[in-house]
């Protein structure tokens, strides 16, 4: 099942090529100072320590974001030149501590004061840094494989919202931002950690084998489960999370949501 029409999905699917070339830019680059982060003793971790980002480059990646809404989405295109006028590396500056922790108001407020669409400054704020959170990630997956942490990504800290099968068999976290991933218990709250029998369940997807949504009645939270197994094309984690929003529409039906993700571990 996809509930996505097919513009919206194409545009995707085109970020996400751009997420690549961008990566692919980063990979000489060193990001992090792995001693900030043996001397933290909460999670998550990007938000704490200092990130070493070239402002000039994410400004270019935002204007390359731009340009692409731009030819696929004409009608945005008054809004698009009026952030490319209005942003700048010392804004980008100022823009960093605040997409780290997804501090939407602030976009808003900044959408809001010059006049432009409300969710454009934080979409194109968001898909550009990916790229840097996704580098700096792999940076420290070792220190991360210490951590013993629920209710977010201990890395960006991100909701758990999206978990996979993988090809043993095991239940892993995947992030769809940062991309770091981590094997859980099958039958375990990604949010609370609650394990408690009775308090879990499984929702089945009609006519779709390959997923299901575990939900916990204890914190009210949801992660969407996809069996990449019984897929025949294998998406990047970031388009099967867009992909399978059909199960974040499921699942908010039926009374589940987002924990409180903000909080520091």
Not at 150 to 160: L, Q, S, T, V
């Amino acid at each position: 099942m996809n509930v996505l029409n097919k513009e919206y999905q194409q545009l995707e699917e085109q970020i996400q090529l751009l997420n690549d070339k961008w990566s692919q830019q980063l990979e000489a680059e060193k990001l992090i100072d792995i001693e900030q982060v043996r001397a933290l003793t909460q999670y998550p971790v990007l938000p704490q320590v200092q990130l070493s980002i070239d402002f000039q480059q994410y400004h270019r990646f935002i204007e390359e974001l731009l340009t692409l809404l731009e030819e696929k989405q004409p009608s945005l295109e008054a809004d698009t030149k009026a952030l490319k006028s209005r942003i700048s590396t010392k804004i980008l500056e100022q823009w960093h501590p605040e997409v780290l922790t997804v501090h939407q108001r602030y976009f808003q407020a900044f959408a809001e004061e010059h006049h432009i669409a409300s969710w454009l400054p934080y979409f194109v704020a968001e898909h550009a840094i990916r790229p840097f959170l996704q580098k700096a990630t792999a940076e420290i997956r070792d220190e991360l494989k210490k951590a013993d942490v629920h209710g977010c990504c201990p890395a960006c800290g991100e909701a758990p919202r999206l978990a996979i099968i993988n090809k043993k068999g095991r239940k892993e976290i995947t992030c769809p931002r940062c991309h770091y991933a981590w094997e859980v218990k099958k039958i375990n709250c990604a949010h609370c950690g609650s394990e408690e029998p009775g308090k879990l369940e499984i929702l089945k997807v009609e006519k779709d084998d390959s997923a299901e949504i575990h939900v916990c009645h204890d914190c009210n939270g949801y992660t969407k489960v996809i069996d990449v197994r019984k897929m025949i094309k294998k998406d990047s984690i970031a388009l099967l999370d867009i992909k399978s929003i059909h199960l974040d529409f499921i699942a908010q039906e039926n009374g589940y949501g987002m924990p409180d993700d903000t909080k520091v571990n």
